[in-house]
């Protein structure tokens, strides 16, 4: 148990596939940060039943009941998870709360004995959100990767919790819209 910034106390646990209300408002806050992806509300809470299967990890983090924010993830590799997806309710970001999100599904990739934790965050906003959103990356992306700078994205957030870009997927979502992949180091090989 934590307490948030406004000593609200946060609880992280394992998502209930059983808990109908809390399944309900994990996809309602998947649907709300990414309505280009998620269109319908059926879309959302498959996505939310995805990372309740069996070979995912979905954590929730709860404050006073209800849903804050959740996190997934499963290993890709004999030694590498992904985290997928990761989102806080937007009335309590900036408190803690996806840092300790992650912070959790570190713990659980490493009691599995995964060494790398990575993931895909894509600049696809309107207007980019990095500076290798909006350009043409080839003939040489990984230069762009190298120089990678945030102007407003999520990359940044990852970083301050140790990520490093790692790579990127030119045009992932259309001219321009890449997929920034990053990863962090869970345990010394
Ligand atoms: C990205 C997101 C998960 C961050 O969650 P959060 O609970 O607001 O983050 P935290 O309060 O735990 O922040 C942890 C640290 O990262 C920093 N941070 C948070 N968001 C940031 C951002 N967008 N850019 C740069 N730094 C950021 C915080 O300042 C804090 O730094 P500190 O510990 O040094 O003070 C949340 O903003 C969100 O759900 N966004 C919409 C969905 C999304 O973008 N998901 C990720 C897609 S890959």
């Known amino acids: 148990m934590m307490t948030s910034m406004n000593q609200?106390?946060?609880?992280?646990?394992?998502?209930?596939?059983?808990?109908?209300?809390?399944?309900?408002?994990?996809?309602?806050?998947?649907?709300?940060?990414?309505?280009?992806?998620m269109r319908t509300s059926e879309d959302a809470l498959a996505e939310v039943r995805e990372a309740l299967s069996p070979d995912y990890t979905?954590?929730?983090?709860?404050?006073?009941?209800?849903?804050?924010?959740?996190?997934?993830?499963?290993?890709?590799?004999?030694?590498?998870?992904?985290?997928?997806?990761?989102?806080?309710r937007a009335d309590h970001r900036g408190r803690g709360i996806g840092r300790a999100l992650v912070a959790a599904l570190e713990?659980?990739?490493?009691?599995a004995r995964a060494?790398?934790?990575?993931?895909?965050?894509?600049?696809?906003?309107?207007?980019p959100g990095t500076t290798a959103g909006g350009i043409d990356l080839f003939p040489d992306p990984l230069a762009h990767a190298i120089g990678l700078?945030?102007?407003d994205h999520p990359s940044d957030f990852y970083r301050h919790l140790g990520?490093?870009?790692i790579g990127l997927i030119p045009d992932a979502n259309g001219p321009g819209k890449p997929d920034i992949?990053?990863?962090?180091?869970?345990s010394a090989p």
């Open 163 to 165: 990520f490093v870009v």
């Open 149 to 151: 700078q945030a102007i």
């Open 115 to 127: 060494l790398t934790l990575y993931l895909g965050t894509d600049d696809d906003g309107p207007m």
């Open 181 to 186: 992949l990053m990863a962090k180091r869970l």
């Open 58 to 88: 979905c954590l929730a983090a709860f404050v006073n009941g209800d849903v804050a924010g959740w996190i997934g993830g499963r290993p890709e590799y004999s030694h590498a998870w992904e985290l997928h997806p990761l989102v806080v």
């Open 8 to 37: 609200r106390p946060i609880a992280i646990c394992d998502l209930d596939p059983d808990d109908r209300s809390a399944v309900l408002q994990a996809a309602a806050l998947l649907r709300a940060a990414f309505p280009d992806w």
């Open 107 to 111: 713990e659980r990739a490493r009691d």
